[in-house]
């Protein structure tokens, strides 16, 4: 028997019946009454109302943060749903304060220092510089010679040159005046001299003061280590010294020089430098101290050397040893990437110096200094340190450079502040941050009786019993190198905040997922299940 065919779907009937539908609705309910229906909008804030709650209950039932089951269980009384509501809300809002106060912490201190290790070789770090500055700033055969050899305006008793010899020392406690100040001006203007030039012919020459060098063990001519330069203490002679743009050593072995800082690859002092001595005391004719000797600064290579440099004093008939604990900084790249700002200190290359070759912080405030004295007097003293690109003062600016001298003795550049305050301030002298990088060389001497017979067979020896011998030397093969790193980059932020939430409420990033789960995928899941 043959089956009539019967048609199961006709899409244009339904299509008829649909748009028949929409039709009636339209005249039944017409569309610019529902936008103005407030029971309707009543009745949609209501379904979203409890769209939000039934969500909610369903991931407070569901989530695995601490307490918020207990919110919407119904095996408990209703005091104890809001006593655990109470103690979510608290525990909410104490993680939160204590993400924020974390997050303080390290926006506070965006860097720390750390000890790397304490087994850090010394062969990895530069040698100290070496400056030797003698006790007497005057040289009394060469004083002697110019008292013979100036002339003195009429009227004007020749026992004011040894005042205006002693102008060479600068003196700090004192003014001078104005009279006396004429008379010494119009001395060096009658013999062609400017204080500079009396300064340089006074001075001693300290390379002679050096007899004998030896280096590493071996014997070295001094010229070739030591060179002059001029300091707060005077014409000293400085070694293993790069801070400079030029160096003064003779031009014939200029190229024999090394371009880095010197290294030493032991320990003791027959691996550092040894020199003897001879302060000249036949010599003397002014000075600040009270005995016969050199002042000695250790300081980096790259440092000027001034009242920031390790001090020690050796005297005559004396053999000391400096025995030398260097300590390393040093920053990790993730600080070079730091804003200025964060990380408040500046590499040596970040800079450009106007006298010296590397910025560091001790560098930055010698110039700061410098500049100082320039806006105060016009000029800059003769025992500073000049590139040439300012004035050195004469004999009629001495009581400004008195005052000046000041400048140099304070810590913060003339400033009665300490340090912790003025750099939470704008106002920290010529804007000088500290290094990034640095090494620092704390030192110790030991003192003894020097055996002069030693000394007796040498070629060098002069007879002399008055000499020095010096010895300075790394202490140990080992030293302690810091290590400079941001405080929290974002995987220590993220542990940390991570710790505080899961401590608390047991947070996670899959429970931040569950939460934007029931309020977005959720619902679309729920819709398309009931669509089907």
């Not at 969500?55 to 601490?66: A, D, F, G, K, P």
């Not at 007497?136 to 026992?159: E, Y």
């Not at 001495?398 to 140099?408: G, P, Q, V």
Request: glycine content about 4%; charged content about 15%.
């Amino acid at each position: 028997m043959a089956f009539k065919k019967r048609r199961i779907f006709d899409l244009r009937h339904v299509q008829a019946q649909q748009m028949a539908t929409n039709a009636s609705r339209r005249r039944s309910h017409p569309t610019h009454n529902q936008s103005h229906n407030p029971i309707h909008s009543q009745h949609r804030f209501r379904q979203i109302g409890e769209w939000f709650t039934e969500n909610m209950r369903n991931y407070c039932e569901t989530t695995s943060l601490h307490g918020f089951n207990y919110i919407t269980r119904q095996d408990i009384s209703r005091n104890e749903r809001w006593f655990w509501l109470v103690v979510v809300i608290l525990a909410i809002i104490t993680s939160i304060v204590l993400v924020v106060v974390s997050w303080y912490w390290s926006q506070e201190t965006p860097t720390v220092t750390v000890i790397e290790s304490s087994h850090f070789p010394t062969w990895n770090i530069p040698f100290p510089a070496v400056t030797i500055c003698n006790f007497n700033k005057i040289s009394r055969s060469k004083a002697l010679t110019l008292l013979d050899q100036m002339q003195v305006p009429a009227g004007v008793n020749r026992s004011e040159l040894h005042n205006l010899f002693n102008l060479t020392l600068l003196p700090v406690d004192s003014m001078i005046s104005n009279d006396s100040l004429q008379i010494y001006d119009r001395i060096l203007s009658l013999n062609n001299l400017t204080l500079t030039r009396l300064t340089q012919q006074l001075s001693p020459d300290c390379i002679e003061m050096i007899s004998s060098c030896i280096w590493k063990g071996i014997n070295t001519r001094c010229d070739s280590l030591f060179q002059r330069i001029d300091t707060m203490e005077g014409q000293c002679c400085t070694f293993n010294y790069f801070g400079g743009i030029s160096n003064n050593f003779p031009e014939k072995i200029a190229y024999q020089v090394p371009k880095r800082p010197y290294r030493v690859t032991g320990c003791g002092y027959p691996t550092g430098l040894s020199v003897l001595l001879n302060p000249m005391i036949s010599d003397y004719y002014g000075t600040f101290f009270s005995g016969y000797g050199f002042r000695l600064l250790l300081h980096d290579a790259y440092n000027f050397p001034d009242e920031n440099s390790e001090t020690k004093v050796v005297t005559t008939t004396r053999e000391s040893f400096v025995r030398i604990n260097p300590e390393s900084t040093y920053a990790t790249n993730d600080i070079r990437r730091m804003d200025l700002s964060l990380r408040n200190c500046l590499f040596g290359s970040e800079r450009t110096m106007h006298g010296l070759r590397r910025y560091s912080f001790i560098n930055c405030m010698f110039e700061c200094r410098v500049r100082m004295t320039v806006d105060h007097c016009g000029c800059l003293p003769p025992y500073v340190y000049n590139n040439g690109s300012y004035q050195v003062c004469g004999v009629l600016q001495t009581n400004c450079m008195i005052r000046s001298k000041r400048i140099f003795s304070h810590a913060l550049a003339n400033l009665n502040f300490s340090l912790s305050i003025i750099r939470k301030t704008d106002s920290f002298p010529c804007g000088c941050l500290q290094d990034c990088q640095s090494n620092h060389y704390v030192s110790e001497s030991t003192t003894g009786r020097l055996d002069i017979s030693y000394f007796a067979n040498r070629p060098t020896f002069n007879n002399s019993t008055d000499m020095i011998l010096l010895h300075v030397f790394f202490s140990d093969l080992m030293s302690t190198r810091y290590r400079t790193d941001i405080f929290q980059n974002w995987l220590s932020a993220l542990a940390s905040f991570g710790g505080l939430l899961g401590l608390i409420m047991g947070f996670s990033i899959v429970t931040a997922f569950e939460f934007i789960y029931f309020l977005t995928f959720r619902p679309v899941f729920n819709y398309i299940n009931r669509a089907d």
